[in-house]
């Protein structure tokens, strides 16, 4: 007779995961009609969640009055990502490709990155969903034409801007300070601020520097525009301002296809309105003013209007403060005593306690550094060569590895292309253009690897700089005594000060070797 064992059921059963969507809805400006139908796009994706019984909802995201063109200047898309990137979005929904980004490269980067970690985007108006090569390639091409709209709209906003420019009907959003909007809505005169830009102009003409001045109006409490603190960056941007002298000069600045800021230094024609408003100062202050940090920035080797030093020692720019990370500037002490101090620490101590370094200090230590490495090359440098070798050949196998993965790629998506093509998905326009585009990518990906099979049997920068430094060491048995410039010139790529006892020689072959003070 069978023995027969009763088991008792599991009553436990797996329950299946619902697929968790959300939604992002996107208006590019908050007028009432525009508004409406971003709740009009909410409701409708609040309803298509409700219909699929296998789905639940992960929130519906929006951004209100904001452009398209860039992802990080959007909130309702970075919490959207955000949710993502925890794990708490399986699916995304979206009116169309323009509604997520109209900027190409984004909006692929964007659809990559979900991609990766499992999240699927559905874009309802173009029917395209992210799961196969052919949505990804479809994708490309419609979000480019997404991207010719936004520079279309772009190109005929700055059109109109510069027809104001050109007719003098142009009104600026913002004023400077010593500025405000008057009842007729143009610049009148703020008196406190006023009284304060006449300071300024005064205090330099007498001989303060502007750290001076900024120093001096910190110390009496005198609140600068929008909480921020006054600095001799903020003194002499006053001091350069036309619109002191009652004039306006227009398009400063100017935006490029990449919707990237730059500051306009003739690339795009500037409009000067003279006598626009009330001034503050009277032209000959302004002209003398100007005249004087000219001539101040001469003296400090700096470029005038960029800020930026000329490089008319050895250290210029390259003396890092270890404790901020900004550049040390040049100062004469008394009794002629030449120090490298952080330009931080110069505008205020409370931003970085890093006190000054004599130069005298940095050259005795550099010599030391390569006292060092002469009498230890065999040691340091000779294995160091001979490992980046090594390692420099491995890198340029891995990396001719990958782009060959990339040319098959490129050939795959020209199957897929002609396959589109061939089915009249896509018009001849857009079959060119895609065509183009992926064998540009595969020219380049070719021209990668030329290079890198070249390295391979030759040598990389950074080898070619050790080897410099190798054969120096090579050629000085004796201790070196004294500091030259054309030595710093050729191996040190940066001067890191620590604190006053310790600093650090970024050399230009990639060692980092610090010194005791």
């Not at 060491?473 to 004796?478: C, V």
Request: with cysteine; hydrophobic share 35%; net charge neutral.
């Amino acid at each position: 007779m069978k023995t027969i064992t009763k088991i008792e059921a599991n009553r436990s059963v797996a329950v299946h995961r619902k697929c968790r969507v959300a939604a992002y809805c996107r208006v590019s400006t908050e007028h009432d009609d525009q508004m409406e139908s971003l709740e009009t796009q909410k409701a409708h994706y609040e309803a298509w969640i409700k219909l699929h019984t296998e789905w639940e909802s992960a929130g519906i995201f929006y951004d209100a009055g904001i452009t398209g063109t860039k992802a990080e200047i959007r909130p309702g898309l970075q919490d959207l990502l955000q949710a993502c990137r925890m794990g708490r979005v399986d699916r995304i929904l979206v009116k169309s490709i323009s509604r997520f980004s109209r900027n190409t490269a984004e909006c692929l980067a964007l659809v990559r990155e979900l991609s990766g970690i499992g999240v699927s985007v559905f874009f309802e108006k173009e029917n395209i969903d992210t799961g196969s090569m052919e949505s990804e390639l479809f994708l490309t091409i419609l979000s480019n034409m997404a991207e010719e709209e936004s520079l279309s709209i772009s190109r005929n906003e700055k059109w109109s801007v510069q027809h104001r420019f050109q007719n003098g009907t142009y009104v600026s959003s913002s004023f400077p300070y010593g500025y405000c909007r008057n009842d007729r809505g143009e610049m009148g005169l703020e008196p406190e601020e006023a009284e304060i830009v006449k300071y300024i102009f005064s205090a330099l003409l007498s001989g303060k520097s502007s750290c001076q001045i900024a120093g001096l109006l910190e110390q009496q409490g005198i609140p600068f525009k929008n909480g921020r603190h006054w600095c001799d960056a903020t003194i002499r941007g006053i001091v350069a301002n036309e619109k002191y002298v009652g004039d306006v000069l227009l398009q400063k600045t100017y935006t490029d296809v990449h919707f990237h800021r730059h500051k306009n230094h003739g690339e795009v024609e500037c409009y000067l309105l003279s006598d626009h408003h009330i001034p503050i100062v009277s032209r000959e202050t302004f002209a003398k003013a100007n005249a004087v940090i000219r001539q101040r920035a001469a003296e400090k080797g700096i470029v005038y209007g960029t800020g930026k030093y000329q490089k008319r020692y050895a250290f210029s720019g390259k003396v890092i403060c270890g404790k901020c990370g900004s550049t040390c500037k040049r100062r004469i002490h008394s009794g002629n005593e030449i120090a490298w101090t952080c330009a931080a620490h110069i505008e205020s101590a409370q931003k970085c306690p890093m006190k000054y370094v004599r130069e005298e200090v940095l050259k005795a230590a550099f010599v030391t550094m390569l006292n060092k490495l002469i009498f230890s090359r065999k040691h340091i440098l000779k294995p160091l060569l001979e490992q980046l070798k090594t390692n420099s050949n491995d890198e340029n196998v891995r990396r001719m590895q990958e782009l060959q993965k990339q040319l098959e790629s490129h050939a795959e998506k020209k199957n897929t292309l002609h396959r589109l093509y061939a089915q009249k998905v896509i018009d001849p326009v857009l079959f060119r253009q895609e065509m183009n585009a992926l064998q540009k990518q595969a020219e380049s990906c070719r021209m990668e690897i030329a290079q890198l099979e070249q390295e391979t049997h030759g040598e990389t920068e950074i080898i070619a700089e050790l080897k410099q430094l190798l054969r120096f060491t090579e050629q000085h048995s004796a201790m070196l005594t004294e500091f030259q410039e054309t030595w710093f010139s050729a191996f040190a790529e940066q001067i890191i000060l620590y604190d006053r006892n310790h600093i650090g020689f970024r050399l230009k072959c990639g060692l980092l070797l610090k010194e005791e003070i």
